[in-house]
């Protein structure tokens, strides 16, 4: 299931934050990889240490693995997006899509 994330997570799926790049999010492949296929999230957003906006994680079982050793003091200076941020990403890239079908 592993290199699913490599691969089905570079073909198929949504591009909320850049369509302009290959890598997708997958729910399927995050339903049965425990939350390794928010893809397009993970390349525009690389200092994010969850990899995925999903809020509660219940599919990041990665977050949640990172989580309980943060908890323990062994993982620290976890970066994240703040919310804003993703949020005005996906306007940018929702207008930049709406330039592009109006331009062809």
């Given amino acids: 299931m592993t290199f ?5 997570a570079h073909m198929w799926g ?4 850049d369509k302009s790049i290959t890598p997708v ?3 399927g492949v995050s339903f049965v ?4 296929s928010w ?5 525009v957003f690389l200092w994010d240490y969850k990899a995925a906006e999903l809020g509660n994680y219940t599919l990041d079982f990665a977050t949640v693995f990172i989580d309980f ?4 003091g062994l993982a620290y200076d976890l970066k994240t997006v ?3 941020i993703v949020k005005k990403r996906i306007l ?7 330039k592009i079908s109006y331009e062809e």
């Fill in 92 to 98: 940018q890239n929702q207008h930049m899509n709406n």
């Fill in 25 to 27: 999010n997958n729910t």
């Fill in 69 to 72: 050793f943060a908890f323990l």
């Fill in 14 to 17: 949504t591009k909320p934050y």
């Fill in 82 to 84: 703040h919310i804003d």
């Fill in 4 to 8: 699913s994330v490599n691969s089905v």
């Fill in 39 to 43: 893809h397009n999230y993970h390349h």
């Fill in 33 to 36: 990889t425990f939350g390794e």
